[in-house]
């Protein structure tokens, strides 16, 4: 089980595959321990990729102090100076996204090529939607809202015409969330993260960066809305931006998705 020190946190990392280097930034609430990750999609099979755990979440260190989107941003490059890596194509999606575009702010030479996914800018750009709203309610209410607002197709009509479906969909989500539950500082880290996710604005930052960046998303997603991820394609100069035929889960639901990251990530 690999770690790596970052300052005083102990970074869990996992580096698998062949290819080019590819360095991946998760989402709210990521494990890697929380099958499928990163390396069960069709990328894995072009790129030796790095994945991490946040601070905060999975087996990283879990330190009980506010969270900032810099010390994010910081911690990635904090990985890969301990783990040797030079500039290499940088893929985020969700929380994963705002991270990584703190990121290539901050730490412009260390990223070749940058993929956002489903994700906003915040500020002027629009902020995703404010998932620590959801903190608050009951477990199951929140994962079943949380499916809901992630792919907007998914109303009252759509749930009782596809009973199964969304049952299943709420029992993958409480199982995966299930993993590692139980562990001391679990809700802490998750409630830090939220709580650095709320305050995300690089909006007036962005104009800056001079890497190529492509922009992905669905258009059903009610998370981080097509009108976001139109904001920013304007806002980075020379950005590409596709949406596809689904919500959060777009890389997912749509298979046409990876057919045009890929090749963007190969340059």
Request: aromatic letters at 8%.
């Amino acid at each position: 089980m690999p770690f790596a020190t970052v300052g005083d946190l102990q970074i869990h990392y996992e580096i698998r595959g062949k290819g080019p280097r590819l360095f991946t930034i998760s989402g709210t609430g990521s494990d890697l321990r929380r099958a499928p990750t990163i390396f069960d999609r069709p990328v894995a099979k072009h790129f030796e990729i790095l994945a991490y755990d946040h601070r905060g979440l999975g087996q990283s260190s879990r330190p009980d102090v506010r969270y900032t989107m810099a010390d994010f941003a910081d911690d990635a490059a904090g990985l890969l100076e301990a783990l040797g890596w030079g500039p290499c194509p940088v893929m985020g999606t969700s929380f994963g996204g705002m991270v990584a575009q703190e990121f290539a702010v901050r730490h412009p030479q260390r990223v070749t090529r940058l993929v956002l996914n489903c994700s906003s800018s915040g500020g002027e750009g629009g902020s995703s939607y404010p998932l620590h709203e959801l903190e608050a309610l009951p477990e199951s209410e929140a994962q079943r809202r949380h499916l809901e607002i992630s792919d907007t197709r998914r109303d009252a009509a759509w749930q009782a015409a596809n009973a199964a479906e969304f049952s299943k969909l709420l029992d993958d989500a409480a199982a995966r969330a299930r993993i590692g539950a139980d562990e001391p500082g679990r809700k802490m880290g998750a409630h830090r993260q939220l709580e650095a996710r709320s305050y995300h604005d690089t909006w007036d930052r962005l104009s800056g960066l001079t890497m190529p960046v492509f922009i992905c998303g669905g258009r059903h997603d009610g998370i981080a809305s097509p009108a976001n991820l139109e904001a920013m394609h304007r806002r980075i100069p020379g950005s590409q931006l596709a949406l596809f035929e689904g919500g959060h889960q777009f890389h997912v639901q749509d298979p046409a998705a990876w057919k045009r990251i890929i090749p963007f990530l190969q340059g």
